[in-house]
């Protein structure tokens, strides 16, 4: 059901050989989906120099 609705979402998926500890297992090939979901929306995985959106700053308290 969830490749089914990947597919239709026109999501792009990656599967690994792993259980739901994937991030611990295989670090590195998740980290190269995060970084290439990040190109193909425009951003960049390497966000340090980036200002964070102004709805994510909050505003001083009196």
Do not use: K, Y
């Not at 998926?13 to 979901?37: C, F, K, N, Q, R």
């Amino acid at each position: 059901m969830q490749r089914w609705f990947a597919a239709r979402a026109g999501a792009v998926v990656t599967e690994l050989p792993s259980s739901h500890l994937s991030p611990l297992s295989h670090p590195g090939e998740v980290a190269a989906a995060i970084s290439a979901t990040l190109e193909r929306a425009g951003g960049s995985a390497n966000r340090s120099e980036a200002d964070p959106p102004e709805e994510w700053i909050e505003a001083p308290r009196d």
